[in-house]
Each structure stands twice: as C-alpha cells, then as structure tokens.
C-alpha cells in the first residue's frame, strides 16, 4: 500500500452566501446558512493546521469568498504561514480598494469566472444583471495590482458557440491561464443537465478550438480543458483521487475530500471544530474509505489506469448507479456507460429546459 502523503492544498469554502446563481454551481443544493459559517480565528487556526501538515496552497472559494468581511484578515493570516493563496471569486464583490487591499496583505493569485463573453448571456446564465461588465472591470483591477489572473469559463450548451470569443477575451485581459470547463454533473449541475448538455458535435468543435488556440497563444496564455465526463471513454481523477491531494472545507467546517461529498449517503465527515486537520486527514474513516485501489470493485481493481484515474468520480458514480463504490459510469467499463451516452445525446438533442438557479430551496427533492 502507498503510504498517505501531505495534502497539498486545501479549499476554503469560506461561505455559500453569493449574488450569483449560476445552475452548475459546485456548491451542495442544501447550503449552509450564513449563521453556520465559522468564525475568523476558527478558520485562522485551521490554516495554522494546515501549514504544519504540508498543505502549500490555498484556494478561497465559496459561494463568493468576498461576500466574508474578514476576507483580508484571512488572506494576511495565510500569507504570515508563507502559504500560496489563490481567490476563486465571481468579482461582483469587489471594487478596486478591496483589490488592492488584499495585494497589500499577500493574496498571490486571483481566478476570476466568467459565465460567456456576451455580456446579456453571461449575466443570464449568472442570474445576475451586470455582472459581465464587472467581472471585466476587476480584471483590469488585478492586472493593475501586478497579481497573476486566471480566468475560469464553465462551458455548456448555452454558451459554447462564445468559446473563439472567451479565449479572445482573456487574451484582452491579459489572464496567464484560462480554464476552459465543461460542465461536470453533480448538485446543481445535475439537477440542470438537460439544460447544459452539449451535443456531441458542440463538443468536437470546442475540442478542437481549444488545440488551435493553444498551438496559437503558446507561450503567452496556457489553456486548460476539462471535458464532460459523458462523452469520455475514461473517468477523470477527481480532485486527483480520493484523499490524495486535497481537501475541502465547508463554510460550517466540515472537513470533506471533495466539493460533492455531503451527497454521499451514510457517511460522515468530522469538524474541524471537534478534530485536528491531521488527525481528519490521516485517520478519519471517511478520507480512508476510497483511498486508494484496495476499495475498488472490478474491474477497476485489476485495470492498468487504476493509479491514473483512482476510480474516477465517487459522488457521479453514486448519483448515477445509486451505489457509493461503483464503476463510475463516465467508464466505458461499466455497465451504466451506454445509458449515460445515450441519455446526453438524448437530453442534447431536445430543446433546453429553463433553468433551476441555483437559491436556497430552489432544488426540488429527486
Ligand atoms: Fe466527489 Fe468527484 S465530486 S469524488
């Protein structure tokens, strides 16, 4: 058995308050309420936790991570430890003031996302009018506090005929790194997929728009592309496999191995108000149940992607067989594959739904 090595970063999900409402949003469709969020010195405390265990990176996230007015006492802190601190914001929040403030403090990077270049689908998709046009405005307020900016597009079937022009647009920012996402199907997301499934078709041409504009910007704009799980023949390494690199923290300090893990039936995960990180990571049941290979079912078990994929998506694999340690389905392995094939073209080929955005009780019960 390899031995468990340090995580290497840790995801603080400072709140699930925001003003956007995105309907891919990665955040559970039961979100804590502002009153549950831990307080500034439990989460400086955590970060003090997280240094001594090895933890280099961390990302600020939430819902929006502005929305905390303690944001820059938090950033400072993380900053103090020498830890590499990374915003994952909507940008809505922010005014130039606050952006510089937090340079001030030691915030290294900042990813900003955009829901489309077109300002009118972008603030629809978002839910939330000018939104567009701010994001672009604090852009330009995080190049000109010298802090590296990434920006981080979600692709789906309603805005993948911007992606020439979502590439074009970090260019004109100046970002270093765009993500190129397609949309991953949990929470949210799940409950939305007929209204963000591309079609087979929409796909290849992003895929392909993505390798002549990386051929095209070498050198000046690294591209990353995460494809649909559904069109895949192979699952991705979720958050690079169960426990292996990375954890997550929810806003109320639940310590989680990833963003989707409270869906997972019969499974509990510790506080950080009840146990140390190291004691969570290193021996909790929970980041031990699919760590590793020794959990697989076959024929993930004998497979040689095995240590490459680590079994793939646990929260997918659950949501679309019912079963916490099956095959996931994005393997054209299991015996679900053909179904999850057929139901993306099925659900790409029909008109889209309207969205369920995401707002607390907004999701109707399955
Ligand atoms: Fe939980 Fe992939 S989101 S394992």
């Known amino acids: 058995m390899t031995p468990v090595e340090p995580p290497l970063a840790l995801l603080a999900e400072l709140t699930h308050r925001c003003p956007l409402q995105c309907p891919y949003c990665s955040n559970p469709l039961e979100m804590d ?54 915003l994952i914001t909507s940008a809505v929040l922010i005014d130039r003031a606050r952006l510089q403030g937090l340079a001030k403090v030691g915030l290294n990077h900042v990813q900003i996302s955009v829901q489309g270049s ?14 567009h046009a701010r994001k672009i405005e604090v852009a330009g307020f995080v190049r ?31 970002a270093r790194r765009l993500e190129v996402a397609h949309v991953q199907y949990y929470g949210w997301a799940l409950r939305n997929r007929a209204a963000l499934m591309p079609t087979r078709a929409q796909l290849e041409k992003a895929t392909a728009t993505v390798e002549a504009a990386r051929e095209r910007l070498k050198g000046s704009l690294v591209i990353d592309y ?24 929810s806003p109320s300090g639940d310590v989680l191995p990833c963003h989707a893990a409270s869906t997972l039936p019969g499974m509990t995960f510790q506080s950080v108000k ?19 290979t020794g959990w697989m079912p076959e024929p993930c078990r004998s497979c040689d992607q095995r240590e490459v994929d680590w079994g793939g998506c646990r929260c997918q694999a659950f949501a679309l067989t ?25 659900e790409s080929g029909n008109a889209p ?14």
């Open 226 to 249: 995460v494809v649909p799980d559904y069109y895949a023949r192979r699952p991705k390494a979720c958050m690079g496999g169960w426990g292996r690199r990375f954890l997550n923290i």
């Open 322 to 346: 019912g079963a916490l340690d099956a095959v996931d389905p994005a393997c054209e392995f299991s015996d679900h594959h053909a179904e999850l094939v057929a139901s993306a073209e099925r």
């Open 33 to 86: 309420r502002a009153a549950a969020e831990l307080d500034t010195a439990t989460w400086q405390r955590v970060f003090d936790e997280a240094a001594r265990l090895g933890v280099l990176h961390v990302h600020f996230s939430g819902g929006e991570p502005a929305a905390r007015k303690d944001l820059e006492a938090l950033v400072a802190h993380c900053a103090g430890l020498g830890l590499y601190t990374n």
């Open 353 to 366: 739904p309207d969205f369920i955005y995401r707002r607390i009780g907004a999701a109707a019960p399955v």
């Open 274 to 292: 009840a146990h140390s990180l190291r004691d969570i990571w290193y021996g909790s049941e929970a980041f031990e149940r699919f760590r590793g």
């Open 118 to 131: 077109e300002p009118a689908n972008a603030d629809r998709i978002g839910g939330y009018a000018g939104g």
């Open 144 to 174: 000109e506090a010298g802090l590296p900016l990434t920006l981080n597009a979600v692709m789906h079937r309603q805005n993948l005929d911007e992606l020439d022009e979502v590439i074009a647009l970090a260019v004109r920012l100046g």
